[in-house]
């Protein structure tokens, strides 16, 4: 039976708690909607994926990240505030998108691609915060192997080629996460969180 390791395609389920096993369920990967992912790809948390090495199909896993080993402490210089008219779109504002407790994607100046969250709105500028979500939280993840398998060199060219999955351990920046958090969600429905 083949174990997790570099360039295998691997497929988990998992419950994702705050702190330790007796935290709230605030993201899921089930064996309806897992989450799969190429390991050593660096799609997932470097931590969580450690873990994991080595494990094979239907063995069970615990992992408790610090927030250090995940997404890191909260960063008071991610919190900005920009010119309202930085969200003119054709000289509108949307105001459906655009509101506190939304989750809005952005391109910084060099084009990374960036989730922020809506705190505050005045006639002038729009006060967001860039951390991640779960930043300066510890996570524990209890969750089992669903399979393991070589992928393809299809597989390992789209994906190291950008066309990869992001999630859980990684921040599910595609949009298709259920965790909960209304923040695009860094973290994979197709994926699985």
Known sequence: MLEIG???????????????????????????QPLEFLYGAGVMLPKFESHLVGLKEGEPFTIKLKKNDAYGEVNQEAVVELPKNVFLVDGKFDDELIKIGNTVPMMSSNGQRLNG????????????????????????????VVGVREASDE???????????????????????????????????????
């Not at 691997?10 to 705050?18: F, N, P, S």
């Not at 999630?167 to 923040?183: L, Q, R, W, Y």
């Open 6 to 32: 570099t360039n295998s395609m691997v497929t988990l389920t998992y419950d994702l708690r705050i702190d330790d096993e007796k935290g709230e369920v605030i993201e899921q990967a089930t064996d309806t």
């Open 117 to 144: 969250l809506v705190l505050e709105l005045t006639d002038e500028i729009i006060k967001m915060d860039f951390n991640h979500p779960l930043a300066g939280e510890d996570l524990f993840f209890a969750g089992a």
């Open 155 to 193: 597989e390992v060219a789209q994906i190291l080629g950008g066309g990869g999955c992001s999630s859980c351990g990684s921040g599910c920046d595609d949009g298709s996460c259920d965790t909960g958090h209304d923040h695009d969600h860094d973290h994979g429905g197709g994926c699985g969180c």
